[in-house]
Nanobody, 117 residues
Framework: QVQLVESGGGLVQAGGSLRLSCTAS????????MAWYRQAPGKQQRELVA????????IYADSVKGRFTISRDNAKNTVYLQMNSLKPDDTAVYYC??????????WGQGTQVTVSS
């Protein structure tokens, strides 16, 4: 069973940057469109932040467009999220998984991102 492990979160001041990583076990990562999601404090739903296809086409939520960049390294079974110009509203637990509409993998533990004002 594929396992997802997110890392790279932390506490950063507004305007700062972080780079998140998500590594998947197994050898089928390269066949999946992958996505980053986030769950803000007090919210039950996870919000789609960005997705990247196997052909490296990308789509972003309006709230992060121009600030976040999703990328992938199939050789390392890893998807990244470069986050620049962070805002307090970006505070959330960040998760990776397959894209909405696909059969989702078991969720990892996520990585906490906290942006102070």
């Amino acid at each position: 069973q594929v396992q997802l492990v997110e890392s790279g979160g932390g506490l950063v001041q507004a305007g700062g940057s972080l780079r998140l990583s998500c590594t998947a076990s197994g050898n089928i990562f390269r066949f999946y469109t992958m996505a980053w999601y986030r769950q803000a404090p007090g919210k039950q739903q996870r919000e789609l932040v960005a997705r990247i296809t196997t052909g490296r086409n990308t789509i972003y939520a309006d709230s992060v467009k121009g600030r976040f960049t999703i990328s992938r390294d199939n050789a390392k079974n890893t998807v990244y999220l470069q986050m620049n110009s962070l805002k307090p509203d970006d505070t959330a637990v960040y998760y990776c998984n397959r894209a909405p509409g696909d059969v989702l993998l078991p969720w990892g533990q996520g990585t906490q991102v906290t942006v102070s004002s």
